[in-house]
T-cell receptor, first 113, second 114 residues
Framework: DQQVKQNSPSLSVQEGRISILNCDYT??????FLWYKKYPAEGPTFLIS?????DKNEDGRFTVFLNKSAKHLSLHIVPSQPGDSAVYFC????????????FGQGTRLTINP | NAGVTQTPKFQVLKTGQSMTLQCAQD?????MYWYRQDPGMGLRLIYY?????TTDKGEVPNGYNVSRLNKREFSLRLESAAPSQTSVYFC???WGQGTNEKLFFGSGTQLSVL
């Protein structure tokens, strides 16, 4: 049973526009959510996170929104740049921390010039 | 600062062969992890070590063993490789201090079992 789901395997966006990546989860015990970015032949790198006590967290061009009632989070990238082309994974954990991280399947984002 | 280093980067095995994937981190992290990434499945936790001297099973531990050799090193062993273990393997580490933790990943090992 996939507890964290990214239903869009791929997304294509024009440079300068907004990219919106979505993630749904089923476990209501999740209280911390993260986004990781992965380039080919590299390991994932941490991008941004949000605690369940917040509904929005912003870091430069990246904003994560959390809707607890809908069990849904989204990552907004504004404006999108060619270097943002990568695979994005959302992940969630319960109180126990990183040992209990559950990852989604990933969304491949392509930014077109 | 190297971060998390994994060796080898690529490996091809025949069914039934054994091998050990090596991982070392130089960030003085307490916790270390092994994940596998398969198409359409995301990253799945194989084993983790919350601190030196401890190891625990993750979501998909069958067919694997691990050793936390010291605080820096965490190895993953396949005793008798199977084609189902063809995957990309990632080692990761974290401070291990509880909630709101970030993982730091190595660059991965591409393993093919024929």
């Amino acid at each position: 049973d996939q507890q964290v789901k990214q239903n869009s395997p791929s997304l294509s966006v024009q440079e300068g526009r907004i990219s919106i990546l979505n993630c749904d989860y089923t476990n209501s015990m999740f209280d911390y959510f993260l986004w990781y970015k992965k380039y080919p032949a590299e390991g994932p790198t941490f991008l941004i996170s949000i605690s369940s006590i917040k509904d929005k967290n912003e870091d430069g061009r990246f904003t994560v929104f959390l809707n607890k009632s809908a069990k849904h989070l989204s990552l907004h990238i504004v404006p999108s740049q060619p270097g943002d082309s990568a695979v994005y994974f959302c992940a969630a954990s319960v109180f126990q921390g990183a040992q209990k991280l559950v990852f989604g399947q990933g969304t491949r984002l392509t930014i077109n010039p | 600062n190297a971060g998390v280093t994994q060796t080898p980067k690529f490996q091809v095995l025949k069914t039934g062969q054994s091998m050990t994937l090596q991982c070392a981190q130089d960030m003085n992290h307490n916790s270390m992890y092994w994940y596998r990434q398969d198409p359409g499945m995301g990253l799945r936790l194989i084993y983790y070590s919350a601190s030196e001297g401890t190891t625990d099973k993750g979501e998909v531990p069958n067919g694997y063993n691990v050793s936390r050799l010291n605080k820096r090193e965490f190895s993953l062993r396949l005793e008798s490789a199977a084609p189902s273990q063809t995957s990309v393997y990632f080692c990761a580490s974290s401070w291990g201090q509880g909630t709101n933790e970030k993982l730091f990943f190595g660059s991965g090992t591409q393993l093919s079992v024929l």
